[in-house]
């Protein structure tokens, strides 16, 4: 069964950094592209970043481009969101996802079946 585990969430400081962490089953980055999603209170689900499975391409929401990086590591297993100066409005649960393809990911909450528990983001001073 696929398993997603995300970590690496905390409180942090407006312009600060963090970075999250979503390790995945073995092999499942070889099949499978990666999403981040991100969930504030009281707002839908949305696409921050995603992965593609064949070539390793990354896609960003307008939101977040040019802040934040998307990167894997195939020998852990691992796919990593580094997010550099935070808002206040990055305040949110984070989710990765998988979704079972090789074409070019997208970031549509819909096109993923597997989830992670999700990790809060709390960007405050």
């Known amino acids: 069964q696929l398993q997603l ?7 942090v400081q407006p312009g600060g950094s963090l970075r999250l962490s979503c390790k ?3 092999f499942v980055l070889d099949y ?11 707002k839908e689900r949305e696409g921050v970043s995603c992965i593609s499975s064949d070539d390793g391409s990354a896609y960003y929401s307008d939101s977040v481009k040019g802040r934040f990086t ?10 990593y969101l580094q997010m550099n100066s935070l808002e206040p409005e990055d305040t949110a649960v984070y989710y990765c996802a998988a979704e079972n393809t090789f ?3 997208v970031i549509s ?17």
Do not use: M
Not at 5 to 11: D, F, P, Q, T
């Open 5 to 11: 585990v995300e970590s690496g969430g905390g409180l």
């Open 24 to 26: 995945a089953s073995e």
């Open 32 to 42: 499978y592209s990666i999403g981040w999603f991100r969930q504030a209170p009281g």
């Open 70 to 79: 998307i990167s894997r590591d195939f020998a852990k297993n691992t796919v």
């Open 103 to 105: 074409r070019q990911c």
């Open 109 to 125: 909450p819909h096109e993923y079946n597997d989830w992670g528990q999700g990790t809060q983001v709390t960007v405050s001073s």
